[in-house]
């Protein structure tokens, strides 16, 4: 099996567990080691590896991410390099893939954002300042993208994409799943009709959500809970309240029993 050097930004153990777990699990896969700053879940053949305090205090977190990563890919020699996200820690681990000699492999978790208009509608704060969509950028960035070894994606959109745009490097999609057994026998009386999980920020559109409650809750009596929390929870309650669904729509806040609260909903 291969050795595989990752790293990547994320907000929560379900996030990252879904996709690591999957990877460890595989025949092909000897170990992965995840560079990160955030906390790592118990998974077999998964180690992390945090960047050291002072460099942190120093750099400050993604820099010190990043160069702890480089630094680890230089020592170990790991068969696979590779990132979670284009911008920037997908840009890096292409860069050490090089270097070493090892495949590179790039997480395209957001989807089209990460590349479309020179990703001017993701998350990426240096990006995003563009504030105007950007051709040039963009066709930057899926330049960087056709060197990859492998692109893997959660969808087939971005697949789509990718290959509309001439990306031509191997392209798997492989999405999020579900263990139905842990919804066997538990709140069979279901408490809400609806449910989202997510963070309560712009991309996830977690407007539409809330107006598709109004459009049912015209028909019929709808329930609905939003998990997650965020910058735009004010707003989005606001938004609920002058649609007149406050009172069907319960905003759970951060949850760390993710499926609990969707085994409570229909």
Same mark, same amino acid.
């Given at each position: *099996? @291969?050795?595989i050097l990752?790293? +990547?930004?994320y907000?929560?153990? #379900?996030w $990252? !567990?879904? #996709?690591?777990? /999957?990877l460890?699990?595989?025949?092909g896969?000897?170990s992965?080691t995840?560079v990160?700053?955030?906390?790592?879940?118990?998974?077999a053949?998964? @180690?992390?590896?945090?960047p050291?305090?002072?460099?942190? %205090?120093t750099?400050?977190?993604?820099p010190?991410r990043l160069?702890t990563?480089?630094i680890? +890919?230089?020592?170990? !020699?790991?068969?696979?390099a590779?990132?979670?996200h284009l911008l920037?820690n *997908? &840009?890096?681990a292409?860069l050490l893939?090089?270097?070493? +000699?090892?495949?590179?492999?790039? =997480?395209?978790?957001?989807g089209p954002?990460?590349?479309?208009?020179?990703?001017?509608w993701?998350?990426n /704060?240096? =990006?995003?300042?563009?504030?105007?969509?950007?051709?040039?950028?963009e066709?930057?960035l899926?330049d960087?993208?056709r #060197?990859f070894?492998?692109?893997i994606t959660?969808?087939?959109?971005a697949? !789509?994409?990718l290959r509309?745009?001439?990306?031509?490097?191997p $392209?798997?999609?492989?999405p999020? +799943?579900?263990? @139905?057994?842990?919804?066997s026998? !538990?709140h069979r009386?279901?408490?809400f009709?609806? $449910?989202?999980v997510? @963070?309560?920020?712009? $991309?996830?559109?977690?407007?539409?959500?809330i107006?598709?409650?109004?459009?049912l809750? %015209? #028909?019929r009596q709808?329930?609905?809970?939003?998990?997650?929390?965020?910058? &735009?929870r004010?707003?989005?309650?606001?938004?609920a309240?002058?649609?007149g669904?406050?009172?069907?729509i319960t905003?759970?806040g951060?949850?760390s029993?993710?499926p609990g609260?969707?085994?409570?909903s229909?």
């Open positions: *099996g @291969r050795r990752l790293t +990547g930004t907000n929560s153990d #379900h $990252i !567990r879904a #996709h690591l777990a /999957p460890a699990a595989s025949a896969c000897a992965v995840m990160t700053t955030s906390p790592l879940p118990a998974l053949k998964v @180690r992390a590896v945090a050291p305090r002072w460099l942190v %205090a750099a400050g977190a993604v010190a160069l990563f480089v680890v +890919g230089l020592r170990s !020699r790991p068969d696979v590779g990132g979670f920037i *997908g &840009l890096v292409g893939a090089r270097t070493i +000699g090892a495949e590179s492999w790039y =997480f395209s978790v957001g954002t990460e590349l479309a208009d020179g990703g001017v993701g998350e /704060p240096y =990006f995003a300042r563009l504030r105007a969509p950007d051709p040039v950028v066709n930057l899926l960087a993208v #060197h070894d492998l692109v959660m969808g087939t959109s697949a !789509r994409y509309e745009r001439g990306v031509t490097c $392209i798997e999609v492989v999020g +799943g579900i263990d @139905r057994s842990v919804f026998g !538990r009386t279901s408490e009709d609806l $449910i989202l997510a @963070r309560l920020v712009p $991309i996830k559109q977690i407007d539409l959500f107006r598709v409650v109004a459009l809750q %015209a #028909h709808v329930t609905a809970a939003i998990v997650g929390d965020g910058p &735009l004010a707003a989005l309650e606001q938004q309240a002058g649609l669904v406050s009172r069907a905003f759970a951060r949850q029993d993710v609260w969707l085994a409570r229909r």
